[in-house]
């Protein structure tokens, strides 16, 4: 069973950044695809950004592309978000999310982050 754990949400301000981590284990992950996915109130979840475990490919949602940066780091079964320029608009849930083509799509529970204007 995959367990994701998120951590490093929280408040800031509109300009300003944070950097989300997910703690991954429970799997070897080398087929997998690593993301990142994010709910605002009232609104779907939706694609931010995600990276291949070992190929470390990255592919990002137009809205962030260029302020947001995924990466992973392999040793120690994390995946991080640096999210920089945050804008209001950013204020959702983020997920770490984990995948594979056969089928496995596994959820963390999430962490809050607010933008203040």
């Known amino acids: 069973q995959v367990q994701l754990v998120e951590s490093g949400g929280g408040l800031v301000q509109a300009g300003g950044s944070l950097r989300l981590s997910c703690a991954a284990s429970?799997?070897?992950?080398?087929?997998?695809?690593m993301g990142w996915f994010r709910q605002a109130p009232g609104k779907e979840r939706e694609f931010v950004a995600r990276i291949g475990w070992t190929t470390g490919s990255t592919y990002y949602a137009n809205s962030v592309k260029g302020r947001f940066t995924i990466s992973r780091d392999t040793a120690k079964n994390m995946v991080y978000l640096q999210m920089n320029s945050l804008k209001p608009e950013d204020t959702a849930v983020y997920y770490c999310?984990?995948?594979?083509?056969?089928?496995?799509?596994?959820w963390g529970k999430g962490t809050l982050v607010t933008v203040s204007s």
């Open positions: 999310n984990a995948d594979t083509l056969t089928g496995v799509n596994d």
């Open positions: 429970g799997r070897t992950f080398s087929n997998y695809r």
